[in-house]
Structure formats: structure tokens, C-alpha cells
């Protein structure tokens, strides 16, 4: 399988940039 990264923007107040992984 792989892992497929789904990004989902950026969180306010930290500017750390959110990411969902999926194993596929």
C-alpha cells in the first residue's frame, strides 16, 4: 500500500500546517 497525504490547511494562531495521512 501507500500513504496518501491529504492537506487540510493551515491551524490559526500557530500557522502549523495540518495534514491528514491515509494508509491506503
Known amino acids: ?5 491529504v ?4 491551524r490559526r494562531g500557530d500557522a502549523a500546517e495540518m495534514a491528514i495521512l491515509e494508509l491506503v
Open 7 to 10: 492537506k487540510i490547511g493551515v
Open 1 to 5: 500500500g501507500y500513504t496518501r497525504i
